[in-house]
């Protein structure tokens, strides 16, 4: 079940990869995504390599070339997606399981509040 969590966090909508995608580096990765541009929904890569969602789940990735690997916390096995980056900042994510691809655009990291202060 956990691995299919994982298989689920990197397949969801299919889109097409298009030519004139690129390489995607650790650094265009870190932060928060969505998929089907639902925000609320988020899914953050971390730069410590932890990925997170907005239910609370999460787990560890890592990415070598254009190849994504991600695990589920407490979960056995991992999954693979290729990924690349399109022109206008957005990510192609492809779960090498099914062939299914994600369309990924990112979110806006609401700012903090300063401590103390209550609306």
Request: glycine share 12%.
């Amino acid at each position: 079940m956990k691995l299919r969590l994982c298989m689920a966090a990197l397949a969801a909508c299919a889109v097409s990869t298009g030519a004139a995608a690129q390489n995607v580096t650790e650094r265009d990765l870190v932060g928060r995504w969505a998929e089907r541009g639902n925000c609320r929904d988020w899914m953050a890569y971390n730069a410590d390599g932890t990925w997170t969602r907005a239910d609370g789940s999460g787990g560890e990735w890592a990415l070598q070339g254009n190849t994504l690997t991600a695990s589920v916390n407490g979960g056995n096995g991992a999954g693979t997606a290729t990924v690349r980056k399109l022109p206008d900042g957005s990510i192609n994510r492809t779960a090498s399981f099914d062939g299914h691809t994600d369309h990924l655009t990112r979110c806006a990291v609401p700012p903090r509040r300063p401590a103390g202060r209550r609306r």
